[in-house]
């Protein structure tokens, strides 16, 4: 028998510290956390990134959710992205979304989500391509969220981001 371990996704635009705050969180909490795969895959790409590519990280992205799920000892867990933002690349950069990710956008659901607010100063990245198109993929994000009825938080704030961030996992906990 297994036992429920709940996902906290940690989702938003580029450059609101997703990764920093899904690593604080998991450490706050003595959990383990799931990685951006995109962000690899990326990192390792020749060529531009194409529609192929983005399906093969939301493989990647389910897969590295799935191993930590396989070892997770405690019932809570922190994802740092999922694989709606395949959803949100795909339609930006190539106008559709593969019909794998739309399957499964309703039936892979987390628990609740942490919808990182766009007020942190841009930083730049390689990876990172939109720094005047954060409040468009911020009214996106509030978009996709809702369609899925998901359970989500916006979290702000430039010092106390993690301390909001933690009130809102132990208000849903």
Known sequence: MSKQIKKIAIVGP???GKSTITQQLAKHYNTLWVPEYARYYCAALKEPCNLQDEVNMFHGQ???EDSILAIAEKNLIFCDTTF???KIWSDEVFGETPEIVLEALPIHNYDLYLLM??????QEDPLRDFPHKREHF???WHKELQLLQANY?????IENRLE???KAVDDFK
């Open 138 to 140: 911020m009214d996106i």
């Open 84 to 86: 709606i933002t395949v």
């Open 153 to 157: 938080v916006v979290i702000d704030g």
């Open 62 to 64: 389910l897969a590295l």
């Open 117 to 122: 607010d766009i007020d942190l100063p841009w």
């Open 164 to 166: 909001n961030a933690i």
């Open 14 to 16: 580029e450059s609101t």
